[in-house]
């Protein structure tokens, strides 16, 4: 008896794991977008948001787009905020979201995992009034079908504590190279996205490595963006992905040089001038971001509603100017308190975005449209990133 | 044991440097929740009671205590269940493979609580779909219940079969045995133990990051998100030392009571 | 109504152990058999394909060989730092003190175990800071500088955080000293150093290796503080924490490693009836 008794129990134990293991969700293959129209259900949704994207006064009592929403719709909105596109494909798939604002290299490995809906955009009346050479990207559109409606678009700046690094940097090199002025106070974004940002470097100092794109690196170059990061490690103080960190770090004197997303240098200058933040000449990696609907969401109605408050000309001047970035509304440009905010951002022009390489996901078929060469995917960018935090 | 002045003289300087190595840091957050400078610099540059008033008011506070509370409140209660349960089948009765489950019983805060968390992530979110409220009381639960379950042990390992065969031998069943007898000797352990859960419980934030779902924020969620903020590190100062306050005479009361022995 | 006493600990043990099982170690085993499995390279979701190249991964780069050590050798410094604090601690409290103020004393060390770990820690942060920080405040009139963050800024802060794990165990340990033995070895004519390390200690061994469960075991999963504290520092729970969310089976893998040192180490001191400790 005491025998058949565990027998029954490991069986139990068994049953339950392989059921354990077994179980996984299916994606959501070919549920269209929803018809509409857009009703007026009540419900709840949790937003996942860059910070800075999706401000409920928490930061600053009179910095708040959510709460006018709320009351206007009757939609209760929880925002919860990542600091790297890893966290937040992560917490998609983690389940419980209902919207997100995607860069390109979150966007489609989303899309593809079955973790979003396309979107309807004649249910987004203010669609229309989005830029032009923001709609339909590789990066929201996949097959003809829309996924989202761009928010703004910006570069991830070179920032630098006034005063601590002379003269005021206006090229990477500060970062890079060993003899730094500002050795040991040196940041760096601790995603293996980042690897692109040294891409982006050896496009101007190697260029006999022949990269075009800093996601499209074959072996060669991704050999040498490796070893590029190798040499900067003894620069560093510590990697940042969390920015309020970041803020309470260069505030303390601990980082004075490195990437950065003009948000931080804003906040870092709210009171007084404290940090400059440039594009340096070699160009820079950059985001364009849009916000999405999960595939499983409940309250599908307030998405919808948020996804057209977001890119309202008023409520995307606002998101632009506290964050820092181009908007994506051509209206909001007239909008926004600071006249020449549009200007500052280059939100009108093309020039300026030529050197900025906006995030996407790096796959085995070079995204250059070299066919000659695999190219390495980010799952082996993942891999050596985390060994090369390791060494 | 006999020991000379100076060796107890050292004895008790090593006290006063070991309870200064404690508090120091504890110093330094109620000093800063004062602070007037919001990046920590030291010294301190000012005093004000802003952040206590804005702490007061905050309505995110309420709600992250009120979850941890009822979070930590479940998952006790969960723990003193099956840990007493528990710890009375392996202290008193043999059975075939106790030995092994009762180092099962230690594997819940032996192993290190980011591989239970990532484990109970990954089933959650693919048995379950979403992390939820839940989610987090289960994964609590499960450590909880080795706490209570050392508590009681070591309580039933002291009490011994004894008192319970007298009992039973004067004509008492086995349930009155348990509520007039068994039970009043180990409650005290139930007390500390179920203390000792809630705190760790209270206080957990490794697992509960992994466990939580969207927009169930406990205390330390809460605390981990403001951590950092300018705006809001002081206010999280604030909540730390408010919980010290607080947390103390629990702790000695309980500390009475297991105290209690001869 | 007689049942044998099997049934009564099978009927006591049941529900604890149902839930044990299937919720935690049900995880666990769904978690490691992921490590044999792969990974769609693109959205980063598990395939049930087996492979062993997670494996391969671990154990041919020499990074997570160092990681490995780096961490233990974390795990063990503070682990003895504690031990060291602990014990005069411990002793002071058990057999000095007077009884009347030993719960004063304890509930003074358990306090800080309710400060959240958080706040704790980015005190200790902030005390590290390389201009601003305490510790630079403190120690530069003698020409010395905060450390900054690192290994060492990790060390203090694990320390700081586990000592409360240490002194509590040990300090029951010593209570339970029978005061009969200490006189015994008195009345042999041994000094108090000579009893203090050949009659307390190996008494209270059992008790001190339980204390060394929490401070090892804590200290190996640990990625928070090493964040907060660690500037470019690494642990083990980083590199599981990293990679859990794109690469699974990946960070199952790494995850087994502190596993399995845990399992060894419970298991080379289950002799020593520290379990019986906790």
């Not at chain 3, 009139?141 to 240490?166: C, Q, R, T």
Request: net charge neutral; glycine share 8%.
């Amino acid at each position: 008896m005491r025998v058949g008794k565990h027998r029954k129990l490991a069986a139990l134990i068994a049953a339950g794991t392989l059921l354990l293991a077994g179980c996984s969700s299916s994606s959501d293959e070919g549920s269209g977008a929803y018809a509409g129209p857009v009703k007026d259900t009540p419900g709840t949704i949790n937003v996942l948001a860059w910070p800075g994207y999706a401000e409920d006064g928490s930061t600053d009592p009179n910095v708040d787009w959510v709460t006018p929403f709320e009351e206007a719709t009757g939609c209760t909105v929880n925002v919860k905020t990542y600091g790297t596109s890893d966290e937040a494909v992560q917490l998609m798939q983690g389940g419980g979201y209902d919207v997100i604002s995607a860069s390109g290299d979150a966007s489609l490995r989303l899309i593809y995992g079955g973790d979003l809906q396309p979107v309807n955009l004649d249910l987004i009346p203010n669609y229309v009034d989005i830029f032009d050479n923001l709609k339909d990207r590789p990066w929201n559109t996949v097959d003809g079908e829309n996924y989202g409606v761009p928010h703004g678009r910006g570069a991830n700046v070179l920032q630098y504590t006034i005063g601590k690094v002379n003269p005021a940097p206006t090229s990477w090199s500060v970062v890079w190279e060993p003899n730094s002025p500002a050795k040991g106070k040196v940041t760096a974004y601790d995603s293996a996205i980042y690897i692109a940002d040294a891409a982006v470097y050896l496009m101007a100092t190697k260029p006999e490595l022949g990269i075009t794109d800093p996601y499209a690196l074959d072996q060669t170059q991704f050999d040498a963006a490796m070893a590029l990061l190798a040499q900067q490690k003894p620069l560093i103080a510590e990697y940042w992905a969390d920015y309020t960190k970041y803020i309470g770090a260069v505030q303390s004197g601990s980082i004075t040089v490195g990437t950065s997303w003009q948000v931080i240098a804003n906040v870092l200058n709210g009171e007084k001038a404290t940090v400059g933040a440039v594009k340096p000449v070699e160009g820079a990696t950059g985001w364009s971001d849009t916000w999405m609907i999960s595939s499983k969401t409940e309250a599908i109605d307030c998405a919808y509603k948020w996804l057209n408050h977001i890119i309202t000309p008023d409520v995307n001047a606002q998101a632009a100017e506290w964050f820092g970035e181009a908007p994506a509304n051509s209206k909001a440009c007239a909008l926004t308190a600071n006249k020449d905010h549009c200007k500052l951002y280059h939100a009108e022009e093309t020039d300026y975005w030529s050197n900025v390489y906006y995030w996407k996901t790096p796959t085995e078929e070079c995204l250059d449209g070299r066919t000659d060469v695999m190219c390495v995917p980010y799952a082996e960018w993942v891999k050596a990133w985390s060994s090369f935090r390791n060494q | 044991m006999k020991l000379s002045r100076a060796a107890k003289r050292t004895l008790l300087a090593i006290m006063a440097i070991g309870f200064t190595f404690i508090y120091l840091p504890l110093l330094l957050v109620v000093i800063n929740s004062f602070n007037t400078n919001k990046s920590f610099a030291w010294p301190p540059t000012g005093f004000t009671t802003e952040w206590w008033s804005k702490a007061a008011v905050n309505e995110g506070i309420r709600d992250a205590v009120m979850r941890s509370v009822i979070t930590a409140l479940i998952a006790t209660t969960i723990a003193l269940i099956l840990g007493s349960l528990a710890a009375a089948a392996i202290t008193r009765y043999d059975f075939f493979g106790r030995d092994t489950v009762s180092l099962l019983f230690v594997l819940p805060i032996a192993l290190p609580g980011i591989v239970t968390g990532i484990a109970l992530n990954n089933v959650f979110t693919n048995f379950f779909g979403k992390l939820t409220f839940f989610t987090i009381v289960i994964g609590h639960a499960t450590f909880c219940i080795v706490v209570v379950f050392n508590n009681v042990a070591a309580r039933y390992r002291r009490l011994g079969m004894n008192l319970q065969e007298a009992s039973m031998d004067l004509g008492a069943n086995r349930f009155t045995t348990f509520r007039l007898v068994t039970f009043p000797l180990i409650r005290n352990a139930l007390v500390a133990g179920g203390l000792l859960a809630f705190g760790l419980s209270f206080d957990e934030i490794i697992v509960t990051t992994f466990t939580a779902g969207a927009g169930q924020t406990t205390l330390p969620i809460w605390i981990f998100q403001n951590l950092f903020r300018p705006n809001q590190a002081p206010i999280v100062n604030v909540v730390a030392a408010a919980l010290i306050l607080v947390s103390i005479l629990p702790i000695y009361f309980s500390q009475r009571l297991t105290a209690d022995k001869e | 109504m007689q049942r044998s006493p099997k049934a009564r600990a099978a009927s006591l043990i049941s529900l604890p152990l149902a839930w044990l099982l299937i919720i935690y170690i049900g995880s666990l085993f769904a978690l490691f058999i992921t490590s044999i499995w792969k990974i769609d390279t693109f959205t980063s979701k598990v395939i049930r394909e087996f492979t062993l190249q997670n494996f391969i991964d671990v154990f041919s780069d020499r990074a997570y060989f160092n990681v490995t050590i780096r961490t233990l050798v974390v795990a063990i410094s503070v682990t003895l730092i504690c031990v060291l604090i602990a014990i005069p601690m411990a002793f002071f409290m058990a057999r000095i003190a007077k009884p009347k103020s030993r719960p004063v004393l304890i509930a003074l060390v358990l306090t800080p175990l309710w400060a959240s770990y958080l706040v704790k820690i980015y005190a200790w942060r902030t005390m590290f800071y390389p201009e601003t920080g305490f510790l630079n405040w403190l120690i530069s009139p003698l020409g010395g500088s905060s450390p900054g963050f690192g290994m060492i800024a990790v060390i203090i802060g694990l320390s700081y955080l586990w000592l409360p794990y240490m002194v509590l165990p040990i300090y029951a340990g010593m209570e339970k000293l029978p005061n009969s033995v200490l006189d015994a070895s008195a009345d042999l004519g041994a000094k108090p150093g000579r009893t203090f390390f050949g009659v307390v200690l190996p008494i209270t061994w059992p008790a001190i290796i339980a204390g060394s469960i929490f401070t090892f075991s804590l200290s190996m999963g640990d990625y928070i503080t090493v964040q907060i504290l660690g500037g470019t520092f690494q642990m083990l729970g980083n590199v599981v924490y990293q990679n859990f969310s794109l690469n699974l089976p990946f960070a199952a893998a790494v995850a087994l490693i502190p596993v399995i040192i845990m399992i060894i180490y419970l298991g080379s001191v289950r002799k020593t009836g520290a379990l019986d400790n906790l």
